[in-house]
């Protein structure tokens, strides 16, 4: 992503300290309304953290990559995105919370951009990202990212992809 809004945040690696923060960001009912679930309580959110940050297990075949999304000017955190590599690492699937007092000021964009480009670094060659076909303001995420959707269908949601360049 390019230009004077690329420069408003930053991606930081996860920590269980995290959960701190990110308690009130993730604290809104109808974030839920897509995805399911309800607000973690702050032990929830440490202890859910705390199994990120190990990983998933090894048969898995998979690498989990996750980051907190932090405004430059305040280092307020204001979101999460997160990825999933599978396939010897060819594949990722992306995710993108915001919390509902950021929504709508482009934050998931850009971090959602960020992370493209991250993944492109590390040669991921396939992209992709499942989305409630109702929830309108993550497919303009994922269409301002160059996902496309798909004809297919997982657990009622859409999956959008994008093919990288051959190398990343």
């Known amino acids: 992503m390019t230009g004077p809004s690329a420069a408003r945040i930053q991606l930081d690696p996860l920590a269980v300290e995290d959960a701190e923060d990110m308690v009130e960001v993730l604290a809104g009912e109808e974030l839920y309304a897509f995805i399911g679930g309800a607000p973690p309580t702050l032990p929830e959110l440490r202890s859910r953290y705390a ?60 971090a959602a951009a960020m992370l493209v480009d991250r993944l492109a670094a590390l040669r991921v060659s396939r992209i992709e990202a499942h989305i409630h076909p109702g929830h309108e303001a993550s497919m303009k995420v994922a269409a301002r990212i ?23």
């Open 51 to 110: 199994r990120m940050l190990a990983g998933p297990p090894p048969e898995s075949g998979q690498e989990w990559f996750n980051w907190i999304i932090r405004r430059l000017s305040d280092g307020r955190a204001v979101g999460t995105v997160q990825a999933t590599l599978a396939d010897q690492g060819r594949r990722a699937e992306i995710a993108w919370v915001v919390g509902l007092g950021w929504q709508g000021q482009g934050y998931a964009s850009e």
């Open 146 to 168: 160059g996902l496309s959707p798909t004809d297919r269908f997982d657990d009622g949601e859409r999956l959008w992809r994008r093919d990288l360049p051959s190398g990343g």
